[in-house]
């Protein structure tokens, strides 16, 4: 059985969990550009985190967004 027909035969066979409820907030964090390595800049990633976006409003997730968090915001809130 190819990938497909395995990925339909599981599609087909789970239950659908009902998301009707607002379900809490999700974050997510795009660290894009890094000071110290601009080698490291991870172009195309705001396009990842529309998607993700998109995707967990459709859940009835609240979407927070922050992005290039410094280290410094990491430790604070830890």
Do not use: W, Y
């Not at 066979?13 to 999700?26: E, H, L, P």
């Not at 967990?56 to 604070?76: G, N, P, Q, S, Y």
């Amino acid at each position: 059985m190819c990938t497909l027909q395995k990925l339909q035969v599981f599609l087909c066979s789970i239950q659908v969990f009902n998301m009707t409820k607002k379900r809490g907030r999700a974050l997510i964090i795009n660290n894009m550009n890094f000071v110290k390595r601009p080698d490291l800049c991870r172009k195309g990633s705001d396009v990842d985190v529309e998607n993700m976006s998109a995707m967990l409003k459709t859940l009835r997730f609240d979407v927070v967004t922050h992005t290039d968090l410094k280290a410094e915001v990491f430790v604070a809130a830890a």
